[in-house]
């Protein structure tokens, strides 16, 4: 019976490793920057990793008030595109934790 015990707080303490470099991980994912892009750097969009849009530049020579369809688009594309390489790097950083866990 104090053997299960042993290994349940041997577990409990791996677990609360587990965490704590999870929270670590995720805090340093938080502070990193993400540069979406249209194309030809027509447009960026800058997020942080908790996927707050923190600037966007439109290049100047793209705006034509004859053709904001255009323009839209182009900052969906880097909009978009920035919160795909978030999602990439979460899952590249965060997903390692996941493995092997039930339902994942």
């Known amino acids: 019976m104090m053997r299960g015990m042993g290994n349940m707080q041997g577990m409990m303490k791996q677990v609360q490793k587990m ?13 990193k920057e993400f540069v979406g892009e249209a194309t030809n750097q027509l447009v960026t969009a ?5 996927k707050r849009l923190k600037d966007i530049t439109i290049k100047e020579e793209i705006v034509d008030a ?3 369809e255009m323009l839209q688009d182009l900052v969906l594309m880097a909009v978009n595109d920035g919160l795909v390489k ?4 979460t899952e590249a950083t965060m997903g390692k934790y996941a493995k092997g866990l ?3």
Do not use: Y
């Open 19 to 31: 965490q704590k470099e999870m929270e670590q991980a995720q805090a340093a994912l938080n502070e």
């Open 46 to 50: 800058v997020f942080s990793g908790d």
């Open 66 to 68: 004859e053709d904001v």
């Open 86 to 89: 978030i999602e990439k790097e």
């Open 102 to 104: 039930p339902g994942f």
